[in-house]
């Protein structure tokens, strides 16, 4: 059964730092690029990074550069997205996601590229 579980959201402080954790299961892991999108209550879900399968190309979203880094390790199947400096518009249900339709060197900010969901985690930010 393919499954991708999240774990790490929570409440924070404006400023403050959480880690989000994306396990998978179910699939042969370092051959698919994983995503990581959020949706906000009353907005459409927007892309907020990615990382490619062969680890070499990450692509943040313009709102979350220089604060959010995406990685991943493929000998324990899991990605991490560290947000730090968060911000009050940063609250949001985060998603990963995993394609395996993209190049190894590439990933894409396309939600409807990928496959598999995880559950999604909330993350909240207090001003």
């Known amino acids: 059964e393919v499954q991708l579980a999240q774990s790490g959201g929570g409440l924070v402080q404006a400023g403050g730092s959480l880690r989000l954790s994306c396990a998978a299961s179910?699939?042969?892991?370092?051959?698919?690029?994983i995503g990581w999108f959020r949706q906000a209550p009353g907005k459409e879900r927007e892309a907020v990074s990615c990382i490619s399968s062969n680890d070499r190309s990450k692509y943040p979203a313009d709102p979350v550069k220089g604060r959010f880094t995406i990685s991943r390790d493929n000998s324990k199947n899991t990605v991490f997205l560290q947000m730090n400096s968060l911000k009050p518009e940063d609250t949001a249900v985060y998603y990963c996601?995993?394609?395996?339709?993209?190049?190894?060197?590439?990933?894409?900010?396309?939600?409807?590229?990928?496959?598999?969901w995880g559950q999604g985690t909330q993350v909240t930010v207090s001003a």
């Open positions: 996601a995993a394609t395996n339709q993209e190049p190894y060197y590439f990933c894409s900010a396309y939600a409807r590229g990928y496959g598999y």
């Open positions: 179910g699939f042969t892991f370092d051959g698919y690029a």
